[in-house]
Nanobody, 125 residues
Framework: VQLQASGGGLVQAGGSLRLSCAAS????????MGWFRQAPGKERDFVTAISPSGGSTYYADSVKEQFTISRDNAKNTVFLQMNSLKPEDTAAYYC???????????????????WGQGTQVTVSS
């Protein structure tokens, strides 16, 4: 199984970025997909998740109305559209796959089965 995250970079405050995470070696459409982020010296925090069909999405309060998660099951890819970025959004962003049986626990990183390598997002003020 491989999750390959991409799309991070350096952006000014107020800007936008779109992260992608391409999956291989797993039945992508059977998994919840999530994004987490981790700033230096801090814990890995839940950002957002999406159900296998894409019909349900979940967001941390801190990113509601700012970030949008989506998926393309035909391309085995999940996306994270990040708008109105703030310096406090600076972190390494990780995509992860969660088995459907654990779907209700989408905020818990310990229950995710597979992780991508992370992509760095840096927002300058």
């Amino acid at each position: 199984v491989q999750l390959q995250a991409s799309g991070g970079g350096l952006v000014q405050a107020g800007g936008s970025l779109r992260l992608s995470c391409a999956a291989s070696g797993m039945p992508f459409s059977s998994f919840y997909m999530g994004w987490f982020r981790q700033a230096p010296g801090k814990e890995r925090d839940f950002v957002t998740a999406i159900s296998p069909s894409g019909g349900s999405t979940y967001y941390a309060d801190s990113v509601k109305e700012q970030f949008t998660i989506s998926r393309d099951n035909a391309k085995n890819t999940v996306f994270l559209q990040m708008n109105s970025l703030k310096p406090e959004d600076t972190a390494a962003y990780y995509c992860a796959a969660l088995a459907s049986r654990n779907g209700r626990y989408y905020t818990n990183p310990l229950l995710y089965s597979y992780w991508g390598q992370g992509t760095q997002v840096t927002v300058s003020s």
